[in-house]
């Protein structure tokens, strides 16, 4: 799986909050943050409107790099 880095800019005293519970762990910072962050991107995966979204960016960026998209099969309801 491909990583990312992320930076992002927090007020003080949230982050003296989350920096204190680190130190009371023994973990760093990241440790702390990151379980949080990756509960709520599974939760936002399973959102229909996310999934859409993810879809028009990867069709975006196919048409721009001159490839075609992998499009869901098409689905036929009964009539």
Same mark, same amino acid.
């Given at each position: ?8 800019? +927090? ?6 909050? +989350? ?17 949080? +962050? ?42």
């Amino acid at each position: 799986m491909a990583h990312r880095q992320l930076n992002i800019r +927090l007020d003080a005293a949230k982050f003296d909050v +989350l920096e204190a519970a680190a130190f009371i762990d023994g973990v760093s910072l990241p440790e702390i943050i990151r379980p949080v +962050l990756d509960a709520l991107a599974s939760e936002l995966a399973a959102d229909p409107t996310v999934q859409l979204a993810l879809r028009a960016r990867e069709e975006r960026s196919a048409t721009r790099s001159g490839k075609l998209a992998r499009l869901p099969a098409r689905q036929v309801e009964d009539m």
